[in-house]
């Protein structure tokens, strides 16, 4: 059973940064795309970024060049570097984990193979 649990979320002013985390249990590495999806109140999930077995990362437009998903195996923990935030990112962030491909609709849909945390809030304040 895989499970997942998030920290490090916050209230954080316009432009300042924060790092989200997330441990993992119950899989392999290797074999699940893993990343974050978020959700602001009133508007859809929506993916952010990904990492597959293979350490190949994938962001959303959004977020590319502001943001750094990244993994340690040896401690089963996943991490999202937040910089340079913006008002509309605000929002509940979500850890994920899936045995599919990170460049897949499946994944960035949020698809019924997709397994959460429980979430971490983040506040901007502009």
């Known amino acids: 059973q895989v499970q997942l649990r998030e920290s490090g979320g916050g209230s954080v002013q316009a432009g300042g940064s924060l790092r989200l985390s997330c441990t993992f249990s119950?899989?392999?590495?290797?074999?699940?795309?893993v990343g974050w999806f978020r959700q602001a109140p009133g508007k859809e999930r929506e993916g952010v970024a990904s990492?597959?077995?293979?350490?190949?990362?994938t962001y959303s437009d959004s977020v590319k060049g502001r943001f750094t998903i990244s993994k340690d195996n040896a401690n089963d923990t996943l991490y999202l570097q937040m910089n340079s935030l913006k008002p509309e990112d605000a929002a509940m962030y979500y850890c994920?984990?899936?045995?599919?491909?990170?460049?897949?609709?499946?994944?960035?849909?949020?698809?019924?193979?997709?397994?959460w945390g429980q979430g971490t809030q983040v506040i901007v304040s502009s």
């Open positions: 119950g899989y392999t590495w290797s074999h699940y795309c």
């Open positions: 990492i597959d077995g293979g350490g190949r990362t």
């Open positions: 994920a984990a899936a045995p599919l491909d990170c460049y897949s609709g499946p994944w960035w849909r949020g698809g019924r193979a997709v397994r």
